[in-house]
C-alpha cells in the first residue's frame, strides 16, 4: 500500500513537470499546476512570491482566492508577513493559525488578508536555486491546524521541482526586460546621433550665412569707411557736411551688424525670459516685414515657461522664430497667435495662423519643417505642424520634468 502511495506521489510529480513545460509566465505557470499540487496539499489559497533579483521588493502570484498580496506588485519585503524566510533566516513557516501567530503581525507587516479572508492554517516553504532564495511557496487553509510535518515534506519536494523553472522564468524576463532597456537605449542613441548631426550641418550653415553675412555686408562697408577716411585724411581740413554722410552710414553699418548679432544671440531672451523674447520678435517680424497683420500671444502655463532650463527656453525659442518667420513670410495670412499652455505635465507652445495653409512637401519636411523637428526631438518633446478648421499649425509639446524646470 505504501508503496502504491509512493508511486502516486511520483506519478502526480511527473504530471507537474509536464504542466509546467510552455509556461513562460509565473502566473500561467502557477495557475497551471494548482489542480494537480492540490491533490498533495489541499488549500484554499496558495502563492508563490518571486524576489526581484538585485532589490528588496517580491511579486505574488496567486491561486485560489485572490488577495491585495497579488494585487499591490511589486512590495517591499520588509513588510511581507514572510519576510524571515524571504530574506534567509529561516526555510519554512508552519503553523496552526496565522491570525493568532505574532510572526505574521509584526509592526508594519502587511498581513491585511490573512484577517480579510479569514486565514488559518498556513504552511510557507522557500524556493531556492543554488542555495539561493529566490523566493516562497505558500498555502493557506480557512481551517486551524489543517498542516502537519508530512505537508511540510510534500510542500519541499514541490518547491525543489518550482524552483528551477521559476528561476528559468525570472531569468528570462530580466534577460527580456534588459533587452528592451538596451534596444530603447540604441533608438535613442541613433535619434540623438541623427539630430546631433543634424544640427551640426545645420550650425554650419549658419556659421557660414553669419560668415558671408559679415563679409559681403560689415567688411564691405568698413572697407568703403577706411578708404573714404583715407581721402579725408588727405584734406587740409574736412568739414562737418562732409563728415555727415559717413556718420550716417556708419549708423546703419552698426544697425545692420546689430541684426545679424541677434540672430545669432537673442538678447531679449536672455535678459527678458522666452514670452518676451518671441512677443519682441514676432512684433518685429510684422512691423519690418509691412504687412498688415495682426498678431495675440497667449501664456497660460501659470509662469512655467519663465522657468524653463536655458537650453531648453533657445531651443523653443529657435522653433517659434523659424515658425513665425514662416507665417510671416509665406502664409499670407491676416492674424498670427501664439499660445502656450500646461496641460498637466506637458507645456506645449502653438503658433496658428490663418493663412493658405502649408503644402504637402512642408508637412513632409523642408529644411525649415526639419530643423523645428530636430529641436524639438534634441529636448525630448513632440512636434507636430498641420492644418485644421481653417487654420495652419506649429505645435511643441515638452514633458516637464525635473531637468526642465529651473526654479
Known amino acids: 500500500m505504501l508503496e502504491d502511495a509512493s508511486g502516486s506521489l511520483f506519478r502526480q510529480y511527473l504530471t507537474i513537470a509536464r504542466l509546467l513545460a510552455g509556461q513562460l509566465d509565473f502566473q500561467s505557470a502557477i495557475r497551471a499546476v494548482a489542480k494537480e499540487i492540490a491533490l498533495i496539499i489541499p488549500h484554499d489559497h496558495m502563492d508563490v512570491c518571486i524576489i526581484t533579483p538585485g532589490s528588496t521588493f517580491h511579486t505574488a502570484y496567486e491561486s485560489g482566492l485572490e488577495t491585495d498580496w497579488s494585487k499591490r506588485p511589486p512590495a517591499l519585503i520588509e513588510h511581507s508577513p514572510i519576510r524571515g524566510l524571504l530574506v534567509g533566516e529561516t526555510d519554512h513557516y508552519l503553523t496552526p493559525d496565522a491570525s493568532e ?12 488578508p490573512i484577517r480579510e479572508h479569514n486565514l488559518k492554517a498556513r504552511l510557507h516553504v522557500a524556493l531556492k536555486v543554488h542555495g539561493e532564495t529566490i523566493g516562497a511557496l505558500s498555502f493557506s487553509s480557512l481551517a486551524p491546524d489543517d498542516y502537519d510535518a508530512r505537508d511540510l515534506e510534500h510542500a519541499r519536494s514541490i518547491a525543489d521541482l518550482l524552483a528551477p523553472y521559476f528561476f528559468a522564468i525570472r531569468a528570462a524576463e530580466q534577460a527580456k526586460q534588459s533587452a528592451i532597456v538596451e534596444a530603447a537605449a540604441r533608438v ?34 568698413l572697407t568703403r569707411f577706411a ?8 584734406m587740409g581740413s574736412v568739414s562737418g557736411e562732409e563728415l555727415e554722410p559717413l556718420f550716417r552710414s556708419l549708423q546703419q553699418s552698426m544697425h545692420d551688424l546689430r541684426q545679424i548679432i541677434e540672430q545669432a544671440r537673442p538678447s531679449v531672451l536672455q535678459l527678458f525670459g522666452l514670452v518676451d523674447a518671441i512677443e519682441n520678435h514676432l512684433d518685429r517680424s510684422i512691423r519690418d516685414s509691412g504687412l498688415q497683420l495682426t498678431w495675440t500671444l497667449a501664456d497660460k502655463t501659470g509662469g512655467d515657461s ?29 492674424h498670427i497667435a501664439i499660445t502656450f499652455d500646461r496641460d498637466g505635465e506637458a507645456l506645449t507652445l502653438e503658433i496658428t495662423d490663418d493663412g493658405i495653409g502649408m503644402g504637402k512637401g512642408a508637412k513632409n519636411g523642408g529644411s525649415g519643417i526639419d530643423n523645428m523637428r530636430i529641436r524639438a526631438r534634441l529636448i525630448g518633446a513632440r512636434f507636430s505642424c498641420g492644418s485644421r478648421a481653417g487654420k495652419t499649425f506649429v505645435r511643441v509639446k ?10
Open 188 to 221: 535613442r542613441e541613433e535619434a540623438l546621433r541623427q539630430g546631433a548631426a543634424r544640427l551640426t550641418e545645420v550650425l554650419e550653415t549658419e556659421r557660414q550665412r553669419i560668415g558671408m553675412d559679415l563679409h559681403d555686408q560689415t567688411l564691405g562697408d
Open 227 to 234: 578708404k573714404r577716411l583715407e581721402r579725408l585724411s588727405l
Open 101 to 112: 501567530d505574532p510572526r505574521f503581525h509584526f509592526k508594519g507587516a502587511f498581513s491585511d
Open 306 to 334: 519663465g522657468h524653463l532650463s536655458p537650453n531648453v527656453a533657445i531651443t523653443l525659442f529657435r522653433i517659434a522664430q523659424e515658425g513665425i518667420n514662416n507665417a510671416v513670410r509665406h502664409s499670407q495670412a491676416s
Open 398 to 407: 515638452l514633458p516637464l520634468t525635473l531637468q526642465e524646470i529651473d526654479r
